[in-house]
């Protein structure tokens, strides 16, 4: 049972270019990023869009609680120039409007969230708006390593899907006990050890589909927009045609990767795919709303590693139980709203709200607090 969210309220106005005003620029027409996998980076997009139509948006700032900045900084570096502006014109112009703001002069900006997912965002913010924000909640895939963000308070949400995962037979793909051929799905970039050890080892195994993507150009079309003679080229498929693969596989493998969380997770879920989490250190969005071991399965790093470890017996044995893999799967289908953005009656933007709020209340207005403290409260 979700408890009641509070009030917030969403700047607008001339400097705060909606996702659509921005995605109607020339650089992101080109680019066409929510047909492709760099659509991962955009949950700035899903947040916006979900919280413009949220049931708790109030237009009197009197009565909000909480304060969503709708900056969209990696969207709006993609635009590039547009309409007799450029990104760090635009990047000022919020700014200038969150400084001249009374609600955050109020509180110094500590009742104000944001997001921005993209390890690369100082450059995108610019130092200016990168010193403002430092106060303000920032939503994250995960805790960003070092000093990549300027905000002591964190709180981690999903990645954003493809726009192809949002289509209307998407809640069929996740329809219990459908006929799923393939027992096991990855295909990725080897960057480590658990990664290489699962091609090695189950690569070109029946019912699997695990491939690795050594060559560059390879790594290049399953991270970013392709052409079809590109793709034809290494031999790889498309992110459409890789999902395809998803939707009829029984367990999708999600092992660490640069960083332990995934896209991966969230795109396996949309599929109806069971996700085997290979981390030892990633959580799902949402712990404490979001029960993910009744539809995941987790094996430490180090276990995967070890010859004598069988991950295809595992997974074969859960297959066979009938009764424990439907339940899986029903988890699975009941669970999705909670964790996609783009699932029909998706709860994620009030999720977000929950932790927003907890972070407020316990973290960025406690001046004693530490950034860990910060990130340990805003998970919860």
Same mark, same amino acid.
């Given at each position: 049972? @979700?408890?009641?969210?509070? /009030?917030? &309220? ?17 650089? @992101? %027409?080109?680019l066409?990023p ?20 949220h ?8 009565k ?5 900045? $709708?900056?969209?900084?990696? *969207? ?5 120039? !547009? ?34 997912? !993209?390890?690369?965002?100082? =450059?995108?913010?610019? #130092?200016?708006?990168?010193? *403002? *924000? ?23 949400? /999903? ?21 799923? $051929? ?17 091609? %090695? ?22 991270? #970013? +927009?392709?052409s079809? %003679?590109?793709?034809? %080229?290494?031999?790889?498929?498309s992110?459409r ?18 960083? $332990? ?9 949309a ?7 290979? =981390?030892?250190? &990633?959580?799902?969005?949402? /712990?404490s ?7 995941? @399965? ?6 995967? +590693?070890?010859?004598?470890? #069988?991950?295809?017996?595992k997974? *074969? ?13 029903r ?10 953005w ?5 709860r ?9 709020? +907890?972070? +407020? ?5 406690? /001046? ?13």
């Open positions: 049972m @979700l408890e009641p969210t509070v /009030p917030f &309220f969403m700047y607008e106005g001339p400097a705060f270019p909606s996702p659509d005003a921005l995605l109607a620029c020339r650089g @992101l %027409k080109r066409a929510l047909e492709e996998p760099m659509a991962q980076f955009y949950a700035e997009m899903g947040l916006h869009r979900s919280l413009a139509i049931p708790q948006r109030t237009r009197e700032p009197s909000a609680s909480l304060f969503y900045v $709708p900056v969209l900084p990696h *969207l709006d570096q993609d635009a590039g120039g !547009c309409n007799g502006t450029g990104h760090r014109m635009r990047m000022a112009s919020v700014a200038s409007a969150l400084r001249a703001s009374p609600h955050w002069q109020r509180s110094n900006g500590t009742d104000h969230f944001w997001a921005c997912t !993209c390890v690369m965002m100082r =450059s995108m913010l610019t #130092n200016e708006l990168w010193s *403002l *924000l430092s106060t303000a909640t920032h939503a994250v895939h995960s805790v960003p390593r070092g000093h990549a963000s300027p905000s002591r308070c964190q709180m981690a949400i /999903p990645y954003l899907n493809p726009a192809f995962t949002a289509v209307s037979e998407a809640s069929r793909w996740r329809e219990p006990g459908r006929p799923r $051929p393939t027992l096991a799905h990855f295909r990725g970039r080897i960057m480590n050890r658990v990664r290489a050890s699962l091609v %090695k080892l189950y690569g070109g195994q029946p019912a699997h589909v695990v491939e690795a993507a050594h060559p560059s150009t390879a790594a290049r079309c399953n991270l #970013n +927009k392709c079809a %003679k590109a793709l034809a %080229k290494v031999g790889f498929p992110q045609a890789h999902f395809d693969e998803m939707t009829r596989t029984t367990f999708c493998l999600v092992p660490v990767g640069d960083s $332990p969380p995934s896209s991966r997770l969230y795109l396996a879920i599929a109806g795919c069971v996700p085997v989490l290979l =981390s030892d250190g &990633f959580e799902g969005a949402f /712990p709303r979001v029960p993910w071991r009744d539809f995941s @399965l987790r094996f430490e790093e180090s276990t995967v +590693k070890l010859k004598a470890f #069988n991950l295809t017996a997974l *074969l044995t859960i297959a066979a139980d009938s009764e424990r893999l439907l339940k899986m799967q988890a699975l289908q009941a669970h999705a709203a909670d964790v996609l783009e699932a029909p009656g998706s994620v933007a009030t999720h977000t709200l929950e932790l927003a709020l +907890k972070a +407020k209340r316990d973290v960025c207005i406690a /001046p004693a607090a530490s950034a860990q403290d910060g990130v340990q409260i805003a998970y919860a």
